[in-house]
T-cell receptor, first 112, second 113 residues
């Protein structure tokens, strides 16, 4: 119940395409859902996050869609660029607890 | 600039040796964390600390030890009891436990020879 299942494991798109990464969870106590971006040899950095009181959040070219009833959330990258090539992790957290649950990551490659 | 500094970036160790990874933050955050990252397994929590002089085990604490003597510092020791220590280690902090954004350091890659 504590898992966050992330798919796909890897993704290749052409420049300008819209990669979509999906995550699913079981624990309804989760109330914070961030996405992290990690470049090779670097630590992850927060990209965008959502709480379950909204169904969508946009920040620049990045959008989170959240489906509370299906217990799923996804990351969309509009007009993807080669510089977006990185590993993306979804995560889930229950506020007030320490335990962030991370997905297994999606390796994205955007072709020029 | 505020952030988290991890050192060393690369470390090689012989079997049977203990090594200590440094983590320092100047964000004035109360909570600090150590994660281990292996290919295809996401991030797994080793230890976390909510306040000075207090820390708790995470999911994979066996073979590791930590201390939190100062708010800014949270070093991790990988002991010889850790069966498979070769990995990428990430230190992180947040304002308080479970309050939202985690800030990560750049990581330390440990290789056991």
């Amino acid at each position: 119940q504590q898992q966050v299942k992330q798919s796909p494991q890897s993704l290749i798109v052409q420049k300008g395409g819209i990669p979509i990464i999906n995550c699913a969870y079981e624990n309804t106590a989760f109330d914070y859902f961030p996405w992290y971006q990690q470049f090779p040899g670097k630590g992850p950095a927060l990209l965008i996050a959502i709480r379950p009181d909204v169904s969508e959040k946009k920040e620049g070219r990045f959008t989170i869609s959240f489906n509370k009833s299906a217990k799923q959330f996804s990351l969309h990258i509009m007009d993807s660029q080669p510089g977006d090539s990185a590993t993306y992790f979804c995560a889930a957290l229950t506020s007030g607890t320490y335990k962030y649950i991370f997905g297994t990551g999606t390796r994205l490659k955007v072709l020029a | 600039d505020g952030g988290i500094t991890q050192s060393p970036k690369y470390l090689f160790r012989k079997e049977g040796q203990n090594v200590t990874l440094s983590c320092e933050q100047n964000l004035n955050h109360d909570a600090m964390y150590w994660y281990r990252q292996d290919p295809g397994q996401g991030l797994r929590l080793i230890y976390y600390s909510q306040i000075v002089n207090d820390f708790q085990k995470g999911d994979i604490a066996e073979g590791y030890s930590v201390s939190r003597e100062k708010k800014e510092s949270f070093p991790l020791t990988v002991t010889s009891a850790q069966k498979n220590p070769t990995a990428f280690y990430l230190c992180a902090s947040s304002k308080a436990a479970g309050t939202g954004e985690l800030f990560f350091g750049e990581g330390s890659r440990l290789t056991v020879l």
